[in-house]
């Protein structure tokens, strides 16, 4: 349940109770997949890391993997490959719980 709170320069906010069972870290991650699934468009030969854990196929939160297909504009086929590049899984995803991975510098408009 959110509740109003007061802080020390008198101003009021709104306590969101949603994020009081993560870390930090996973608080930061939650904050800025927001943001990443505004500007970031998922496109096919991207790498994707897992923003949850998806069970049934045996995948773990931050699992690493590459999108082969564009099933619909919130679904994508996504394969995960070990070192030698021999596929361990495979399985359709929400976008919501992909973040795109960026290996170089991203420059802002």
């Known amino acids: 349940m959110d509740t109003v709170g007061y802080y020390s320069d ?29 500007t970031d468009t998922i496109k096919i030969l991207d790498v994707v890391a897992l923003v949850e854990a998806v069970p049934e196929k045996n995948l773990k939160k931050g699992q690493v993997g590459t999108v082969v ?17 021999r596929t361990y899984a495979q399985a359709a995803l929400q976008a919501t719980k992909l973040m795109v991975l960026h290996h170089e510098p991203i420059v802002s408009p």
């Not at 008198?10 to 505004?38: E, H, I, Y």
């Not at 297909?69 to 490959?81: D, R």
């Open 10 to 38: 008198n101003s009021k906010r709104l306590d969101n109770s949603f994020g009081r069972g993560f870390s930090a870290p996973d608080q930061l991650l939650c904050r800025g997949l927001v943001k990443t699934m505004k």
């Open 69 to 85: 297909e564009e099933l619909t504009s919130e679904v994508f086929e996504v394969e995960f490959s070990d070192l030698q590049g």
